[in-house]
């Protein structure tokens, strides 16, 4: 909003000094300033859509460019020239070799590699750039909730169209997916230990979207935050650094060991004979042995052995020996007072 005010008084400006100094064709003075302030922030726009690194490196270029074009026409000020190449030489050297250093540079950007150092007016936290699956499982508020997240939040353009196309589906499913995005999304920009920050660079050349993720970290530096595993192994692949979020809940899993007494609920009967199945809070199967007896009972179990899997963590334990016989004593209890 403040930035659309600021260019109204911009275009404003341009037209009022317009007309005031040249009074003799102000009609015409006033069409050429408005064309010049509408084209400035025409300007403006397209810049906002370039990353702040190809912006230092075409500058690098340009700057290169005209020293070395500079220099050409030093050289030739001792040679005598005929006076319209004595006027256009200068001219058309700077112009030529100013846009081939921007040009060259801006080609060979990824060459170059900027450190958070340079990123002026912002912690050395490199910023997270999210995906579209990791905005929907919603896990990253409850992160950025615990504080341990810094840096930016990077939510790039063409993910929150991906977001709005998918809450507009006329499929059920994928439109309530959507929305819990943008909800999430919401949650994000209101809590007071992250900065969340739309990012309008896009590229139109490339149509998938885990491409365009890849390809904007690099411009600016940034990792991607992901629970997607294709993107997790594209981006490694790409050399650009990937934070995952399943692979954080497979980290923060409590370590079990054998030999532990675990209080669980058996929930229903397992595969082989006489198994009974439970579920720790993370969603780590529990196989107890000889539980088949304690479906839907609290029951103390002993760990025996843990299973790490492609599909998860499995636990095997059987009943301990404690809550064995407080069971068989609560069964004796109740037969008594029968």
Known sequence: MALNVIRFIFILAGGGLSYLFFPTARVYAVSIGLGVTFFIIGLEIALRKISLKSMIVASFGLILGLIVANLIIYSFRSIPLPQTADVFLPVGLSLILGYLGAAIFLKKKDDFHMTPQFRFGQSEEEDKILDTSVIIDGRIADICETGFLEGDLIVPRFILQELQKIADSADSLRRNRGRRGLDILNLLEKNARVRVKINEIDFPEIRETDAKLVKLAKEINAKVLTND??????????????????????????????????????????????????????????????????????????????????????????????????????????????
């Open 229 to 338: 595993f294709n993107l997790n192994k594209v981006a490694e692949l790409e050399k650009v650094k990937v934070l995952n979020i399943n692979e954080l809940a497979r980290a923060l899993r409590p370590v079990v060991l054998p030999g532990e007494i675990m209080n669980i609920k058996v929930i229903k009967e397992g595969k082989e004979s006489g198994q009974g199945v439970a579920y720790l809070d993370d969603g780590t199967m529990v196989v107890v042995d000889n539980g088949r007896s304690q479906v839907g009972r609290n029951a103390e179990v002993v760990v025996t052995t843990v299973l790490q899997t492609a599909a998860g963590r499995m636990i095997f334990t059987r009943l301990a020996t404690g809550g064995s016989n407080r069971t068989n004593n609560n069964r004796s209890g109740k037969r008594n007072s029968h």
